[in-house]
């Protein structure tokens, strides 16, 4: 009968044993110095060796001469510990044996001698599913165990394992396996069996196993009898349902442009051909990660802004697990990109809106001119247009006034700085219902605190808008942040998109020995913007008017 090649090649000592060199090496040390502890819990993921640990632990414990941890496999018994007959390495499935009783037998068995070796060797498998009277009906027994029994406990979710039982065990952490040690493995196994594979596959495959060892040797099992001739990197994206990096790169490309009607075309092609929803985002989440990295660390220049890219490998990660318990896979993949797409889209469009402000101030200007004012006296065209000049200059100016004065921040930001202005901020709701500065502490909490230093704070806004609505009261915003923590800090205002710009251009120049040189601000032309209607002697009527136009546009009637 065909033996699965995860079981024909289980390691069957340490050395064989691939990833897990920590916990190797402890076991290993503990047989030699004869320091065996009475219980073990093995936690981690799945395919990384808990269980083929466990076993050759037993075996090499029994060891009547072990050589440097390692059993002889020659001794009466490591012949007998490796035969079927063995009856003191007792292997039992919590998911299926997790009731009272099945313990309780387990308690009444432990105080029988060994029949052969020198320990009775319990391996308890997912022993997280053993119910709460189990766990208590075992507690007990794993405190204060015969001098002759040994108890092993491997779990994938040690969280669910109740702590009193954890704190009676020598734990190990199980890691996942890098690609690297899974493709030395796969190459092992590949050459012992004859398989003719293009070695881009047998990377393909360590990708997709995610650090499971056994996966990774089942997939390869699968591609095998898929594929008799030659196995190419072709018939791995077939049998994996995936596609290939080209393709990949088209879809992803179709995503960032926001082009809906396409992405669901591919996603039906992709339903049609077979192919597994699940790992494709899986690959796509991947390509999203290496080149990020690549931007990150060989400073690699990126094809879509690093900002979208973060976003939206966030918004997969998140939607993941969603996604996998989804009844139809299809169309819950579909909303999430559309909806993404369609955020995202909107987003672009505010966060990349130039700076362009006598269009903006044209557009109020026009809007203004179409409510009826009723008596209030009308400004010329001319005097429309010199107002709006004037209004642009001042917002240049301010803008600039922030850039400076973050990259000034920068210079001299630290770590204490940044804690206390968090902290501060955290008080700043107190004061939202003040009737008359309540609005500020409202615009504050609109921004997050990204810098400081001990004489400026950098605050970033998701929008440009945002900004636009605190430049002509700039000044009553700082006053009351530095009037509430008793302070004297200048503070910067500039948009999220602004804020990873800066980063960016910080981490650069820190890797190559360099940073920002500090620049004189220039003066602030005014204060506050011109208003378009009556400028001099205006009344608090004109006030509320121009509030209520900035903050309705052309749906308010003002009569």
């Given at each position: 009968m065909y033996q699965a090649l995860y079981r024909k090649y289980r390691p069957l000592n340490f050395n064989d044993v691939v990833g897990q060199e920590h916990i190797v090496n402890t076991l290993k040390n503990a047989i030699s110095y004869n320091y065996i502890s009475h219980a073990y819990l093995f936690s981690g993921p799945r395919g990384t060796g808990k269980t083929t640990i466990a076993k050759i632990f037993a075996r090499a414990v029994n060891c009547l001469e072990p050589v440097d941890g390692l059993a002889c496999g020659k001794c009466k018994n490591c012949i007998y510990s490796f035969s079927k007959e063995c009856m003191d390495i007792i292997e039992i499935d919590a998911a299926s044996n997790n009731g009272v009783d099945e313990i309780r037998e387990l308690r009444s068995n432990v105080n029988i001698l060994p029949s052969e070796l020198k320990y009775k060797v319990y391996i308890i498998d997912e022993v997280h599913m053993l119910s709460i009277g189990a766990f208590n009906a075992l507690l007990k027994t794993i405190e204060g165990p015969p001098s002759h029994v040994i108890f092993i406990l491997a779990t994938t979710d040690p969280q669910k394992v109740p702590s009193t039982i954890i704190s009676r065990c020598q734990c190990y952490n199980f890691k996942k396996i890098d690609n690297s040690n899974i493709v030395k493995r796969l190459k092992l196994i590949v050459d012992d069996e004859n398989i003719a594979i293009d070695e881009k596959v047998l990377e393909k495959i360590a990708e997709s196993s995610d650090g499971g060892l056994r996966d990774a040797i089942g997939l390869l099992d699968k591609i095998r009898a898929y594929c008799v001739d030659e196995i190419k990197v072709e018939d791995f994206y077939r049998i994996n349902g995936q596609i290939?990096?080209?393709?990949?790169?088209?879809?992803?490309?179709?995503?960032?442009?926001?082009?809906?009607?396409?992405?669901?075309?591919?996603?039906?092609?992709?339903?049609?051909?077979?192919?597994?929803?699940?790992?494709i985002i899986k690959q796509l989440?991947?390509?999203?990660?290496?080149?990020?990295?690549?931007?990150?660390?060989?400073?690699?220049?990126?094809?879509?802004?690093?900002?979208?890219?973060?976003?939206?490998?966030?918004?997969?990660?998140?939607?993941?697990?969603?996604?996998?318990?989804?009844?139809?896979i299809r169309l819950s993949l579909e909303i999430m990109l559309l909806h993404y797409m369609d955020v995202n889209n909107k987003n672009k469009r505010n966060l990349n809106t130039s700076y362009?402000?006598?269009?903006?101030?044209?557009?109020?200007?026009?809007?203004?001119?179409?409510?009826?004012?009723?008596?209030?006296?009308?400004?010329?065209?001319?005097?429309?247009?010199?107002?709006?000049?004037?209004?642009?200059?001042?917002?240049?100016?301010?803008?600039?006034?922030?850039?400076?004065?973050?990259?000034?921040?920068?210079?001299?930001?630290?770590?204490?700085?940044?804690?206390?202005?968090?902290?501060?901020?955290?008080?700043?709701?107190?004061?939202v219902f003040d009737q008359t500065t309540g609005y500020l502490a409202c615009e504050l909490l609109d921004g997050q605190v990204r810098a400081s230093s001990s004489q400026t704070l950098i605050i970033s806004y998701e929008y440009e808008g945002m900004i636009d609505k605190i430049i002509d009261h700039f000044d009553e915003l700082i006053n009351f942040y530095n009037n509430k923590f008793d302070t004297s800090k200048n503070i910067a205002i500039i948009t999220n998109q602004k804020w990873n710009d800066l980063k960016n251009e910080y981490i650069k120049l820190k890797k190559n020995g360099n940073s920002f040189t500090y620049e004189e601000e220039p003066k602030p032309i005014l204060n506050v913007l011109e208003k378009n209607v009556k400028i001099e002697n205006e009344n608090s009527t004109n006030s509320f008017i121009d509030e209520a136009v900035n903050l309705f546009g052309n749906i308010v009637e003002i009569r």
């Open positions: 290939d990096d080209e393709e990949l790169e088209m879809f992803e490309n179709l995503i960032f442009a926001a082009k809906s009607k396409e992405v669901l075309m591919k996603l039906e092609q992709y339903y049609q051909d077979g192919k597994n929803l699940v790992q989440m991947l390509k999203i990660k290496d080149d990020l990295f690549d931007y990150y660390i060989n400073n690699k220049k990126l094809a879509v802004a690093e900002y979208d890219m973060v976003n939206f490998l966030n918004t997969l990660n998140d939607n993941m697990v969603n996604l996998k318990k989804s009844d139809d362009n402000e006598e269009t903006k101030k044209e557009t109020k200007e026009f809007r203004k001119k179409e409510i009826n004012l009723g008596n209030y006296d009308k400004e010329t065209d001319e005097d429309k247009n010199s107002l709006i000049i004037k209004n642009k200059t001042k917002i240049a100016n301010f803008y600039e006034i922030m850039n400076i004065r973050s990259k000034n921040t920068m210079l001299e930001a630290s770590k204490s700085e940044l804690t206390k202005e968090l902290e501060n901020f955290k008080k700043i709701n107190d004061f």
